[in-house]
């Protein structure tokens, strides 16, 4: 993850991963899985089928894998039905950072072929002692093949001495730290696992007696599959032909165990979709909370009934969170009102930029417009997500003022972003970082945005927005720089990978 690049001002998360056992039309139902996920990954994707070959007596592996949407990738429905052959399969969708983006190598999943037999990959996450391994495996002669932190996996995995895969697997799992939510293809086995602090979610399900894994449960909708549970933190996830047979999944667990938890709060605040549940909490309920609890934070109230407040989100990520801030509002008789202020387009194509132009505004104006209509001479409150480097936001409130309200007031559903994320999500660099350039200044920030008033949700009503009830915790590292994994001190280099 260590080159960072918001193209569109919000942080990224590297992947989506999804896998399935057992289904005639494996290919088929991985393809509708990322389809689902798509929002984690819009770079590339691919999949991976294995593939008994009566004839020549032996497994193969299927492989597909390109640049673009899912729907790129696989719009000729040969690829899935004639090309991607197998009971079982996975897949994974991949955000890449700058420079990265043309590595085609780095696509997932990952394939080698060695004494054991076929082995695939698709992992969501960031391997924060990576580059320590990498250089120790490249002086004892391994060869990469990408500049990807996920490729050590196999390589570890290649060169343990026990005889047994899932043995393999295991110990190459021994050796990493940081986040890793992982499917792994055998020939004859289908692998889920997460790391010990469970940074990225990853639950199991089944649909036609097949078994599914995926980094969402929005994934599990699109295929009429059962959600059974999350795979643990620490948890290595086994499904085989026996497991088919019996229904009993088989589990081991990583040596190497966190004490804690650290899910990784900020999937609740902007990444996972609403309609997903995750660390086995519906995300549309964190986030109308989210937005419950932002309401109380320097409310706008009208002062008179000529004195129009409407509030707007930043659609579509902030929809639900304001939906919660509408709620609160009004039981508190407020008297406020939810306008659709701001209209997305869901066909945003390339840029024609001249020099003199200012990229960011271009960019922002192919993506939004405003409904001049319903902001003119009213009090405008904009909910939003979160804010990173700050340069999206502010194109927004200018695109907003354009429009003629009498007031901007600007309010965001996490605490000020400080600090970057070494574990899967791709913020920026701290000096990137709006609420570092301005020393956690927030008056300062909010001249910077131009908006006459700038609220976040503080960390702690952030995290009373997803209580648990059996005391896990989650990572906030990126608000308080309280990091739960050590950073490798190469990792916060700027060397492309991912
Ligand atoms: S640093 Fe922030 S984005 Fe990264 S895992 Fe922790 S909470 Fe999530």
């Not at 950072?97 to 054991?116: E, H, L, M, R």
């Not at 001249?354 to 960019?363: L, S, W």
């Not at 003022?401 to 899967?424: D, L, M, N, Q, W």
């Not at 896990?472 to 001190?489: H, K, L, Q, S, W």
């Amino acid at each position: 993850m260590k080159e960072f690049a918001h193209k569109e001002g919000k942080p990224r998360c590297h992947c989506g991963v999804f896998g399935v056992f057992g289904h005639p039309e494996a290919s088929v139902i991985c393809y509708y899985g990322l389809q689902a996920l798509q929002h984690r990954g819009q770079e590339a994707a691919g999949i991976v089928t294995s593939e008994w070959l009566e004839d020549k007596n032996k497994w193969r592996f299927n492989i597909q894998k390109g640049v673009g949407l899912v729907s790129d990738v696989f719009k000729d429905e040969k690829i899935l039905r004639e090309v991607l052959k197998g009971n079982s399969a996975i897949g994974h969708n991949r955000y890449s950072t700058t420079g990265s983006a043309d590595n085609k190598s780095n696509i997932q999943p990952f394939v080698v072929n060695y004494k054991s037999g076929n082995l695939a990959l698709g992992h969501n996450g960031n391997l924060t002692n990576y580059r320590s391994l990498r250089h120790k495996l490249q002086n004892e002669g391994t060869i990469f093949q990408s500049t990807s932190d996920s490729e050590i996996l196999l390589h570890l995995a290649a060169r343990s001495k026990h005889e047994d895969q899932i043995l393999q697997i295991k110990e190459a799992l021994d050796y990493v730290d940081g986040a890793y939510s992982i499917v792994m293809l055998t020939d004859e086995s289908l692998i889920a696992a997460r790391d010990s602090h469970g940074f990225r979610p990853l639950a199991l399900g089944k649909v036609d007696g097949a078994y599914v894994v995926a980094s969402e449960t929005c994934a599990f909708d699109i295929i009429g599959a059962e959600y059974i549970r999350d795979i643990a933190p620490g948890e290595i996830v086994v499904i085989d032909r026996d497991v088919i047979a019996t229904g009993e999944v088989k589990s081991l667990w990583i040596s190497k165990r966190s004490p804690q938890v650290h899910h990784c709060i900020f999937e609740f605040v902007y990444f996972s979709r609403p309609d997903s549940k995750i660390f086995g909490i519906n995300v549309d309920r964190v986030r109308r909370k989210l937005g419950k609890l932002l309401a109380d934070i320097d409310p706008v109230i009208p002062q008179s009934p000529e004195d129009k407040v409407v509030i707007i989100s930043v659609p579509d990520s902030s929809n639900t969170c304001t939906l919660g801030y509408v709620t609160e509002s009004n039981k508190k008789g407020r008297n406020i009102r939810l306008e659709l202020g701001l209209i997305r387009s869901h066909y945003v194509g390339r840029t024609f930029i001249q020099p003199q132009e200012n990229h960011r505004e271009i960019k922002v104006k192919m993506k939004y417009n405003t409904v001049k209509g319903v902001l003119n001479g009213r009090k405008v409150v904009i909910v939003d997500d979160s804010i990173v480097r700050g340069t999206t936001s502010k194109q927004l409130v200018k695109l907003i003022k354009e429009a003629g309200p009498k007031e901007v007031h600007f309010r965001v559903s996490c605490p000020p972003i400080k600090f970057p994320c070494y574990y899967g999500m791709d913020f920026p660099s701290s000096e990137e970082l709006i609420a570092n350039r301005f020393n956690g200044d927030i008056d300062a920030v909010r001249k910077e945005l131009g908006v006459d008033s700038l609220s976040y949700l503080p960390i702690e009503k952030l995290l009373a927005s997803a209580p648990t009830d059996d005391g896990r915790n989650y990572c906030t590292a990126c608000f308080d720089g309280n990091y739960p994994v050590a950073i490798d001190p190469e990792a916060s280099k700027n060397e492309n990978d991912q």
